[in-house]
């Protein structure tokens, strides 16, 4: 069984940059229950994949200053 994630990454899209940061292993961050949604980003493979967890997926990999537009932005908005 694979060891349990700190508290503040399990339920939630995580870089792996933070991840080591917090001396999760990367022996860890390859499990099973984990997914890669995008390179460097992991999450629980259970969680469901749709566009709002993708870009929470996303988010956790580019810049502050960054947006999304054109159809993302107007899916995520519901148009």
Request: net charge positive.
């Amino acid at each position: 069984m694979s060891r349990l994630l700190p508290d503040d990454l399990a339920d939630r899209p995580f870089s792996v940059a933070e991840a080591r940061s917090v001396g999760v292993s990367p022996k860890r961050l390859r499990s099973s229950d984990l997914s890669t949604p995008f390179w460097g980003v992991r999450e629980s493979a259970a969680r469901e994949q749709n566009l709002v967890s993708l870009v929470a997926a996303r988010a956790t990999r580019i810049p502050d200053r960054a947006f999304y537009s054109h159809q993302t932005a107007a899916q995520l908005w519901g148009i």
